[in-house]
C-alpha cells in the first residue's frame, strides 16, 4: 500500500512535470490514529501476549485428564468448574488446559497445520494443537478474563485481537523439522468447546518437543 | 407514509395509556426503535421485544427510524417527552446514534442496543450483538464443505457503510482463504438488497459462467442472487447466506439455497427487554455493557426447526 502510494505521488509528481522524489514514509512515524485495526490490535496483542497471556494460561490450566474426566460429568459442570466465558447469553465455555502426549498424527503441510496427540497410551485421539498460520477459533481470547468486549469499539476490532492473538501463537512456535510422529510433546493452552464430545482443538501458549 | 401512520397509532396509543390509567401496565411503557419492519428480521425483533415486555408488565411503544438517524433523534426526543422507562433500540448509525442515546441517558432514561454496535460504551446499559465473525466462520465453514474445498466462487457484499458488512466478509475470508483450490473471481457488493443481488448476480455469471458458489452477506441477496440462477437455469450453484430468515429457510428446505446463519434476533431482542427490567428493578443487569451472542449454522438438517428467527429446542 505505502509502496502504491509512493509510486502514485512518483507518477503524479512527474505527470505533473516537476521533478521532485516522493520519499516513501518512515517506518514507525505513523500516530495512532492513523493506524489501521489491525496495525493496532497486533501491538495490543504484543504488548499483552508475552506478559500476561502466558503466565495466566500458565497459572489457570488444568490437567487434560481433569478436563475430560470433568466433561464426563456434563458439559455445563464441567464449564461452571472449570472454564470461563463472556457475559453473554449463548457464549460456549473456554477452558485452559495443559497436558503432554504422544504425536499420532502430524499435518504440517496445511494452512491450518495441526499436531494430534494421545495422551492416555491407547493409541487414539485426546487433544489437537493447531500450529497454523491458520489458527481457528478465538479461544485465546475468550478465555482471557482480562480481555473484555466492551473495552472494544466493536466487533471488527474484537475480532481482529482475536487474530492478532492467534498471529502471536503462531510466531510463537517453534518445532524442529521433520516427522514428529512418536514424539512426545508437552503443551499448554486455550480452547473453546461447544459441548462435552467436542474435539479438544488447543491453542497452544507453551509447546515443547521433548528430547 | 407508513412511518407517519406508526408514529400517530403509537402517539395514540401512548396517549390512551396516559387517559386511562387503570389499563396501563404497571411497570410502566418500554419503547421499541428498529429499522423498518419490511425486513422480517427487524419485525422480529420488535415483536420478540414488544411479546417479552408485555409479559414482564410494561406496556410498550414500538416506531420505526427506517435507518435515518434525524428520524431516530426525533423517536428519540418523542419517547423522552412520554417519559418512558426504557428504550430498547436497533440504531440508525454507529456514530450517528451516540448523541440520541446520550439525550436519553442524561434523562434519565437508560437504552439497550440489539443487533448492531456504538461506538462508544458508556452511555448505553447494554448493547448486545451476534457474533459475526463467529456466525460468518460457520457458515464459510459449511460453504467450503459443500464447494468440495475447491472451484470458482462469487461473494456478495452488505453496504460497504455498516460494520456487519465488513466484519462477516472477513470472517469469510478467514477460512475460504486458507483452501488454495477456493478461487474468488468476483466479490460484489448489492447493498443487502434482492434486487440488486439479482442483477449483479446475472452480471457474474455472465462473466464467470463456470462459477460454482456463491457465498453472501445476508439472506435477503442470498435469495436475489438464487433467483437469478434458477432464471438461468443454474441451480447447480451453491448458495450460502446470513441471518437465517424464513424465506432462506423455505429455499433450503425446497432444496435451493443450502445453508445460512442465524442470528438469534428474537431472543437477543428479549434479552434486551430482561436486561432492561433488571436495571429498572435493581439498578444493574449484572453482565457486562457489550455482549456478543453465537449464531447458529441453518442447513437440511435443522431448517425444519426454525421459524421467525428462533430455533426450536
Sequence with gaps: MRAMTAILGLSLAVALGACKIVPNPEPGSENAASQTDEDRMAAKAAEVYDSQLVPYVSGKAIDLPVLTSALHGGYEAAGKAHGIRPQAEGSPWNFLVKGQGTVIEANRESRAATLTLDATGDGQADVTIQLGPVIKGTALRDSADFIVFTDYRDQIEFAKLARALNDRTHAAITLPEGDLTGKTVRFEGATTLRSATDPILVVPTVLDVQP | ?313
Excluded at chain 2, 426525533?74 to 440508525?92: H, M, P, R, S, Y
Excluded at chain 2, 456463491?214 to 443454474?234: C, H, K, P, Q, Y
Excluded at chain 2, 457489550?290 to 449454522?297: A, E
Design chain 2, 1 to 313: 407514509m407508513k412511518l407517519t401512520r406508526r408514529l400517530m397509532i403509537s402517539a395514540l396509543g401512548l396517549a390512551m395509556t396516559v387517559a386511562t390509567p387503570s389499563f396501563a401496565a404497571a411497570e410502566g411503557t418500554i419503547a421499541i426503535i428498529t429499522p423498518s419492519h419490511d425486513n422480517p428480521f427487524f419485525k422480529a425483533e420488535a415483536v420478540g421485544a414488544e411479546a417479552r415486555a408485555k409479559e414482564l408488565g410494561y406496556d410498550t411503544v414500538v416506531m420505526v427510524h427506517d435507518d435515518d438517524p434525524n428520524k431516530q433523534l426525533e423517536l428519540f426526543n418523542t419517547a423522552i417527552g412520554q417519559g418512558v422507562k426504557a428504550i430498547i433500540l436497533d440504531n440508525a448509525g454507529a456514530d450517528a446514534t451516540v448523541a440520541a442515546v446520550q439525550a436519553a441517558k442524561d434523562a434519565g432514561i437508560p437504552s439497550f442496543l440489539i443487533d448492531r454496535e456504538i461506538k462508544e460504551s458508556g452511555i448505553a446499559v447494554s448493547q448486545i450483538v451476534s457474533n459475526n465473525y463467529q456466525g460468518a466462520q460457520l457458515g464459510a465453514e459449511e460453504f467450503v464443505k459443500l464447494m468440495g474445498e475447491t472451484g470458482k466462487y462469487a461473494e456478495l457484499l452488505g453496504r460497504e457503510a455498516d460494520t456487519n458488512a465488513g466484519i462477516r466478509s472477513s470472517g469469510y475470508h478467514d477460512i475460504i482463504d486458507q483452501y488454495p483450490d477456493m478461487e474468488m473471481v468476483a466479490q460484489q457488493t448489492a447493498n443487502w438488497s434482492q434486487t440488486e443481488a439479482y442483477t449483479v448476480m446475472e452480471t457474474i455469471l455472465q462473466a464467470n459462467p463456470d462459477i460454482k458458489g456463491v457465498i453472501s452477506g445476508n439472506d435477503t441477496m442470498a435469495m436475489g442472487a438464487w433467483a437469478a440462477l434458477e432464471a438461468a437455469g443454474r441451480t447447480d450453484v451453491i448458495v450460502v447466506g446470513f441471518d437465517g430468515s424464513n424465506d432462506v429457510r423455505d429455499s433450503i428446505k425446497a432444496g435451493g439455497i443450502k445453508a445460512t446463519v442465524l442470528q438469534p434476533a428474537y431472543r437477543q431482542a428479549q434479552l434486551a427487554v430482561e436486561q432492561a427490567d433488571a436495571y429498572l428493578k435493581n439498578g444493574s443487569t449484572g453482565v457486562d455493557e457489550k455482549q456478543l451472542m453465537d449464531c447458529i449454522l441453518i442447513n437440511a438438517e435443522n431448517a425444519d426447526k426454525l421459524e421467525t428467527f428462533a430455533l426450536a429446542e
